[in-house]
């Protein structure tokens, strides 16, 4: 299973919501991360965890609260976010933190009125 | 900090050949890779350079010259299906953070 899996495909949330984002991999990678795509632009980081631990935390805001209940789980919860945080959520995994091979997820498209 | 330029849009034809050019600003450097991401599809891995010169699998090659600060990736045989945007990643000194380029669109035409 060579598989990164999110869910949902699609959310729509308002700004009181509180919604989680889920992702899941079964290729015993120890690394996986969190990346926000707006149109048109590069996925950026948000959040690394190595071995379950949460090892980058690129400064994001409080809103966004990433969880790792184990090495093939990884969730976001999301709780009063702005219409500005609507974009793609990307999840990914590699073998270890910083490999240059990164195993993508289809994305979670998230739109917030 | 580090920065990647790529051009923003390139066209070509079906069964054509084209060059998608990174050059980047590191602080530090371990190599460049290369992802390709259909529209609303999620950004598969390409290849990696760590070392100079041309790197091949199938129809894409890349290029690495660490003197230059410069890379690209070489598409061959075009197909519609190459229709994609292709981003350059290198990855942060001393961190586990890997930093995408500006991404190039690549418009393949029949």
């Known amino acids: 299973d060579t598989e990164v899996t999110q869910t949902p495909k699609h959310l729509v949330m308002g700004m009181t919501n509180k919604k989680s984002l889920k992702c899941e991999q079964h290729m015993g990678h120890r690394a996986m991360y969190w990346y926000k795509q707006k149109a048109k632009k590069p996925p950026e980081l948000m959040f690394v965890?190595?071995?379950?631990?949460?090892?980058i935390n690129e400064s994001v805001p409080s809103r966004f609260s990433p969880e790792c209940p184990n090495s093939s789980l990884l969730n976001l919860h999301l709780h009063a976010l702005q219409p500005e945080d609507s974009a793609l959520y990307l999840c990914?995994?590699?073998?270890?933190?910083?490999?240059?091979?990164?195993?993508f997820g289809p994305g979670t498209r998230l739109t917030v009125l | 900090g580090q920065s990647l330029e790529q051009p923003s849009e390139v066209t070509a034809v079906e069964g054509a050949i084209v060059q998608i050019n990174c050059t980047y600003q590191t602080s530090g450097f371990y190599g460049l890779s290369w992802y390709q991401q259909h529209d609303g599809g999620a950004p598969t891995f390409l290849s990696y350079n760590a070392l100079d010169g041309l790197e091949e699998t199938g129809r894409f090659s890349s290029f690495l010259s660490r003197s230059d600060s410069y890379g690209y990736l070489l598409l061959q045989e075009l197909q519609m299906k190459d229709s994609a945007s292709y981003f350059c990643?290198?990855?942060?000194?001393?961190?586990?953070?890997?930093?995408f380029g500006t991404g190039t669109r690549l418009q393949v035409f029949p």
């Open positions: 965890y190595s071995y379950e631990k949460l090892s």
């Open positions: 990914a995994s590699s073998q270890i933190s910083g490999a240059d091979e990164q195993f």
């Open positions: 990643a290198v990855r942060e000194d001393n961190t586990d953070k890997l930093i």
